[in-house]
């Protein structure tokens, strides 16, 4: 698995093959990534994934009553709503745990999440130097420790 890039990305072109024909798509280099990875789990080159989607897309437009050709779904579109499907129906409460969902902040994990500022780390930083410097607080900003400026590695129970 690929690890999240850091803020999202231009759309990036890619030659594929769909039934023997060679086509090229545009999608975001995280889109070509998940479309990748579906093909490793599924054992499918991403060409045969984007045909197998392209074959559904007119078995559709048919079962409509419609021509494939009449039909107004792209095959970049198609992939899009075939990737954010494919990992829906693999969501579970469990996986959303462990991913740190719920937390109140869902960018955690995403392109979208935003580190850490430095001024942010001195404000830290600059908090626990001022509880270790308060009176009555034994010179450790970890007070329960009975360690100077270390936490008691034992989990609380």
């Known amino acids: 698995m690929n690890t999240p890039q850091v803020g999202v ?10 039934g023997g024909h060679r086509t090229s798509m545009r999608l975001e280099p995280s889109m070509w990534d998940a479309l990748e990875d579906i093909g490793r789990r599924e054992c499918l080159t991403v060409n045969r994934l984007c045909t197998q989607i392209k074959e559904r897309i007119e078995e559709q437009a048919r079962r409509r009553g419609i021509t494939p050709e009449e039909t107004d779904v792209t095959l970049t579109s198609a992939v899009r709503v ?3 499907a494919y990992y829906r129906r693999a969501c579970t ?22 580190p ?15 509880s270790a410097e308060s009176p009555g607080v034994a010179g450790s900003a970890f007070p329960s420790t009975g360690l100077s400026g270390s936490p008691d590695p034992r989990p609380e129970v």
């Open 82 to 84: 075939f990737i954010a």
């Open 93 to 114: 409460e469990d996986g959303h745990m462990r991913a740190g969902h719920g937390g109140s902040d869902p960018f955690v994990g995403t392109p979208f999440e935003l």
């Open 116 to 130: 850490a500022r430095s001024d942010d780390a001195d404000t830290v930083q600059s908090t626990l130097q001022s």
């Open 9 to 18: 990305e231009p759309l990036k072109s890619q030659n594929i093959m769909i």
